[in-house]
């Protein structure tokens, strides 16, 4: 049973950071690309941050992008996402998301991802 564990969620405010984790089990960890994704409420699930499964590339939505980091550990068979200088609009629930494809590359459609986290919720409030 393959299952993806998000934690790390939680109120802050604005301008402070913060670290996501994904622990993964029943995946053989190397050959899955990951993903970050969000979902505030009444909106579309959007791609956050994608690592390829070697962990040599990595990209991050236009939105994020400076200001976080996403990184894997294979040996472990974790993901992790720090975002830092939260803004009100990084408000969602935060979901790690695993595939497997022949270029091991993310991709920032959630339809193409075979596994999911349950998801964690971060909100950045004053």
């Known amino acids: 049973q393959v299952t993806l564990v998000e934690s790390g969620g939680g109120l802050v405010q604005p301008g402070a950071s913060l670290t996501l984790s994904c622990v993964t089990s029943g995946l053989t960890f190397h050959n899955y690309a990951l993903a970050w994704f969000r979902q505030a409420p009444g909106k579309e699930r959007e791609f956050v941050a994608g690592i390829s499964r070697g962990g040599g590339r990595t990209d991050y939505a236009y939105s994020v992008k400076g200001r976080s980091t996403i990184s894997r550990d294979n040996a472990r068979q974790t993901t992790n996402l720090q975002i830092n200088n939260l803004k009100y609009e990084d408000t969602a629930v935060y979901y790690c998301?695993?595939?497997?494809?022949?270029?091991?590359?993310?991709?920032?459609?959630?339809?193409?991802?075979?596994?999911w986290g349950q998801g964690t919720q971060v909100t950045v409030s004053s």
């Open positions: 998301a695993a595939r497997s494809t022949m270029d091991g590359m993310w991709s920032t459609k959630s339809n193409t991802y075979n596994y």
